[in-house]
């Protein structure tokens, strides 16, 4: 005979409202492959939509989705890659973003690029509330803070050169969302 012991049994569907936060489902989205975009000058953006994106059908109204973004990007030159978090349910509506503060640019994560020879990885961590049970995709829009206009790259440094001595990685970007009952 068997003996079956347990603390607690979550339902498929998660736990139910007041009961405490189950994941119900998890997507992952990985890109592994590079992409550019050349001319992106600080008026203008480049939208990863169709590059890397994240997609979750809730299954209830009430869910909330935990984003959790790594996107590793290069530049054509010394300066900052701002992102800002798009969340798109048959439009587009820009996350999480920093206060009005003058003229400077409202952003939810961004990082700064030493030399072309460089990558690095913008991560964002977020609890969106999109109140539906229609597929939602989270994306980031780059920017570039430097005048004029630069090429910006994900998963690849601006110089991509297949040198021996190893100094031009690849990387990945993925994107996690999970659904997290309310």
């Known amino acids: 005979m068997s003996t079956l012991k347990v603390?607690?049994?979550?339902?498929?569907?998660?736990?139910?409202?007041?009961?405490?936060?189950?994941?119900?489902?998890?997507?992952?989205?990985?890109?592994?492959?590079?992409?550019?975009?050349?001319?992106v000058s600080t008026s203008s953006f480049w939208s990863l939509e169709s590059i890397i994106k994240g997609t979750i059908t809730p299954t209830s109204n009430t869910s909330k989705v935990l984003i959790r973004m790594m996107i590793n990007v290069g530049i054509n030159e010394n300066t900052s890659i701002?992102?800002?978090?798009?969340?798109?349910?048959?439009?587009?509506?820009?996350?999480?973003?920093?206060?009005?503060?003058?003229?400077?640019?409202?952003?939810?994560?961004s990082?700064?690029?030493?030399?072309?020879?460089?990558?690095?990885?913008m991560h964002?961590?977020?609890?969106?509330?999109?109140?539906t049970t229609s597929a939602v995709s989270y994306y980031l829009r780059l920017t570039q803070m430097t005048g004029g206009s630069r090429n910006l790259f994900v998963n690849r440094s601006s110089i991509d050169s297949d040198s021996s001595d190893n100094s031009y990685p690849r990387a990945v970007s993925t994107v996690v969302l999970q659904e997290v009952s309310a």
């Open 124 to 131: 964002l961590t977020y609890v969106d509330s999109p109140s």
């Open 82 to 109: 701002t992102g800002a978090l798009v969340r798109n349910i048959g439009g587009s509506e820009t996350l999480l973003v920093a206060d009005s503060a003058s003229n400077r640019t409202r952003t939810t994560t």
């Open 7 to 39: 603390n607690k049994i979550i339902p498929t569907a998660g736990v139910p409202t007041g009961g405490g936060g189950g994941i119900v489902q998890t997507t992952v989205t990985n890109k592994t492959d590079t992409a550019s975009q050349s001319s």
């Open 111 to 121: 990082c700064n690029i030493d030399s072309d020879h460089e990558m690095t990885g």
